[in-house]
């Protein structure tokens, strides 16, 4: 129930992202100074944060996603969805340390 | 505009006439599945590699799309990624918005936004320039011809 609660948080949240970034990507169109000042402002490190949370909501919902259909498609997948969460969840510590790591030193790093 | 999802084992002829919610099932493990590989790619090159998030700027974003499997690759994403986000949205209006008017208004609005967002992102790819002539210089990639 846990892994359907996160799974619909963080779709939501990764939805209504996807406004914005569609929104911000658009002002190349008008010139590149109103692009670069846009994103000039998102370089820091409150937002350098926000990052980090919402590839931790993608990486989530990615693999989450893929359990999922493996539970739909696959005859095992009912019997060994548990397993898959716990999978989930260590695939999702594997991937989440190396990028914050990496993120974070240019976030911080300059 | 309420959804009602047969019970399972209903007789074909007491189900709706479409399989809608059928196709709208499918769509999104289909699309899901793609979406993890455009978007872990789009994340890897354009946040892990070289500089990460400080090489963001317009001569970043035009390099990429003078390129058109970058063009395609986003144009994708876009498409998939907004139609996966509004079924996925529409399942939450239906699961939580109990009254009719209610529902059926927040399902107007999504769509609308959507529609918009997806006509903006697609014009946006197609008909960018990635040397617009009056900007300054040092602002564009570097393959743009110097005036």
Not at chain 1, 16 to 35: G, K, W
Not at chain 1, 95 to 100: C, D, Q
Not at chain 2, 74 to 99: F, P
Request: aromatic share 14%; hydrophobic share 55%.
């Amino acid at each position: 129930m846990w892994s359907w609660v996160a799974h619909r948080v963080t779709g939501i949240g990764i939805f209504f992202f996807l406004f914005a970034h569609v929104l911000d990507t658009a002002l190349v169109r008008v010139s590149p100074e109103a692009y670069n000042e846009v994103i000039d402002t998102y370089k820091n490190p409150i937002v350098g944060l926000l990052e980090v949370g919402l590839v931790a909501a993608v990486v989530f919902h990615a693999f989450n996603g893929l359990r999922i259909v493996l539970v739909d498609f696959w005859s095992k997948g009912p019997r060994y969805q548990k397993h898959m969460f716990a999978t989930v969840l260590v695939l999702w510590v594997v991937l989440m340390v190396p990028f914050t790591i990496r993120h974070l030193s240019h976030v911080f790093g300059g | 505009m309420t959804t009602t999802i047969p019970a399972p084992r209903t007789p074909r002829r007491l189900r709706g006439r479409t399989n809608t919610e059928l196709y709208a099932w499918m769509f999104m493990r289909a699309s899901g599945v793609l979406l993890v590989i455009l978007i872990f790619t789009h994340l890897f090159v354009n946040l892990m590699t070289g500089d990460g998030i400080n090489a963001l700027d317009f001569g970043f974003v035009a390099g990429k799309w003078a390129d058109p499997v970058w063009q395609v690759w986003d144009l994708l994403m876009l498409w998939l990624a907004m139609l996966h986000g509004t079924n996925g949205l529409r399942t939450v209006i239906n699961d939580y918005a109990e009254r009719d008017q209610l529902r059926l208004w927040l399902k107007v609005g999504l769509y609308t936004a959507t529609t918009i967002t997806i006509v903006l992102g697609t014009l946006v790819i197609f008909t960018f320039d990635p040397c617009p002539p009056d900007a300054a210089a040092d602002l564009l990639p570097s393959f743009c011809p110097v005036p």
